[in-house]
């Protein structure tokens, strides 16, 4: 396990050593992000712009919370809407490694466009062990390719600074706890956002679909394991799939697509386990996903998939 204390601090003069000029920040609102904002502010504070992208893939109001959060912490945030490029780079697009190298360079090229007008030449960004573990090289083999990673592209303009390269997620969480983080406990979001979560044809009107699924099954979850029915899982969220089959609405018959509710437990990320939700909760969030989504959903399934043979994302 980490000694928060003595990471931060090796960590800001590693900083120190590398950052000579302008840098910024890529800043999601998770806590690997937020961690490695908070480690670069202490150590070049001088040099740092924060930088929030608005993909059009985040979940339902997180931008807003996100300049919160940052607004609180006393983080001047930087915040670029990029919904449209991010949308077109996306058209047409269904295997999800394609899916994350498009999110991964259009990220990248934003930053460079972000980072010309400030001069800046350093990309600090919230990488952890699992981000490369996963992404595979030369002697591991590629389970998904994370966007930070694996979806950079070759030619860049921006170095990368990664401080947390070499923590799994309970160790940043230490770290953010250490800084007392508001987004310490926050659960993971992946960087490709709701574009993995929405399977084949990624469009703004399916990810506002898996945006209000994923919504109603944060609610659902986090109420349940607030009256103390369940724990609350490590990670957990709504997937639309491409897969459509008859139902019936009143005395229509309807033809919809599927949610496949996923939550998991898990301490780093690279195992986890399909958390044990009660039925009545499980009830509950099929009845308002299809009450609420019927004109796009009409089935609701529940992932029991451990990782492995899964993984915790279906992209």
């Known amino acids: 396990m980490v000694d928060p204390e003595a990471f931060v601090k090796e960590q800001v003069e590693q900083i120190q050593q590398i950052v000579d000029?302008?840098?910024?920040i890529a800043c999601s609102g998770g806590v690997d992000s937020t961690v490695a904002a908070v480690l670069a502010g202490k150590a070049v504070p001088q040099h740092l712009t924060a930088v929030f992208v608005d993909t059009g893939l985040m979940r339902k109001d997180e931008p807003q919370q996100v300049e919160r959060i940052f607004e609180d912490m006393g983080i001047e945030l930087d915040f670029v809407d990029a919904r449209d490029r991010f949308f077109d780079a996306l058209e047409g697009v269904t295997d999800p490694e394609e899916k994350r190298n498009v999110?991964?360079?259009?990220?990248?090229r934003v930053f460079e466009e972000e980072a010309e007008g400030l001069e800046a030449e350093y990309l600090v960004q919230g990488t952890i062990a699992p981000d490369w573990i996963e992404s595979g090289d030369e002697t591991r083999d590629t389970i998904k390719s994370h966007h930070n990673v694996g979806g950079l592209p070759e030619k860049m303009d921006l170095e990368v600074v990664e401080p947390l390269y070499d923590l799994y997620k309970?160790?940043?969480r230490e770290v953010a706890r250490?800084?007392?983080l508001p987004v310490a406990e926050?659960?993971?979001f992946p960087g490709p956002g709701l574009a993995i979560r929405t399977l084949g044809e990624v469009t703004p009107e399916r990810v506002d679909v898996t945006r209000e699924a994923c919504a109603i099954v944060e609610e659902e979850l986090e109420q349940a394991a607030?009256?103390?029915k369940m724990q609350r899982p490590w990670q957990y969220y709504a997937a639309?799939?491409?897969v459509q089959s008859v139902g019936v609405q009143g005395d229509v018959r309807a033809y919809g697509e599927t949610i496949a509710v996923r939550a998991v437990d898990s301490?780093?990320?690279m195992t986890a386990s399909f958390s044990e939700v009660p039925l009545d909760v499980l009830d509950s969030i099929s009845t308002r996903i299809t009450n609420q989504l019927g004109d796009h959903v009409n089935r609701v399934v529940y992932d029991v998939t451990n990782k492995p043979p899964g993984t915790v994302e279906w992209e």
């Open 21 to 24: 000029g302008p840098a910024i």
């Open 103 to 108: 999110v991964g360079e259009e990220f990248i």
């Open 170 to 172: 309970d160790e940043v």
């Open 178 to 180: 250490h800084f007392d």
């Open 186 to 188: 926050r659960q993971p």
């Open 226 to 228: 607030e009256e103390g």
């Open 240 to 242: 639309l799939l491409p």
């Open 267 to 269: 301490l780093d990320g």
